[in-house]
């Protein structure tokens, strides 16, 4: 059964860290490009952040420049996002995906498995 499984979301106060897992069963991650997306309600969902197939193209949303750090470990089929100096307008839902063979230069149709989505919550 081909899925991705998200970890490590829940609730940080304004400044904290969180660093979200999501693991691959099924497949593995070697040449997709990998991708974490959020959205918060009443707002539409968005890319913060991607990872090319090769590696050599990595791109973050202008709002989580510099305090987000996207990475995957191939040998455990997982890839992360660590989130640093959290603000409260990073709550949402968060969601990790691939896209065989991407570059991160198409939008989220391109992304063929997602995962089921985790909660962080920024709140003092």
């Known amino acids: 059964q081909v899925q991705l499984v998200e970890s490590g979301g829940g609730l940080v106060q304004p400044g904290g860290s969180l660093r979200l897992s999501c693991t691959a069963s099924?497949?593995?991650?070697?040449?997709?490009?990998i991708g974490w997306f959020r959205q918060s309600p009443g707002k539409e969902r968005e890319r913060v952040s991607c990872l090319s197939s090769n590696d050599h193209i990595t791109v973050y949303a202008d709002s989580v420049k510099g305090r987000f750090t996207i990475s995957r470990d191939y040998a455990k089929s997982t890839m992360y996002l660590q989130m640093n100096s959290l603000k409260p307008e990073d709550t949402a839902v968060y969601y990790c995906?691939?896209?065989?063979?991407?570059?991160?230069?198409?939008?989220?149709?391109?992304?063929?498995?997602w995962g089921q989505g985790i909660q962080v919550t920024v709140s003092s």
């Open positions: 099924g497949f593995t991650l070697d040449y997709s490009a």
């Open positions: 995906a691939t896209d065989r063979w991407g570059d991160c230069s198409g939008g989220d149709s391109r992304y063929d498995y």
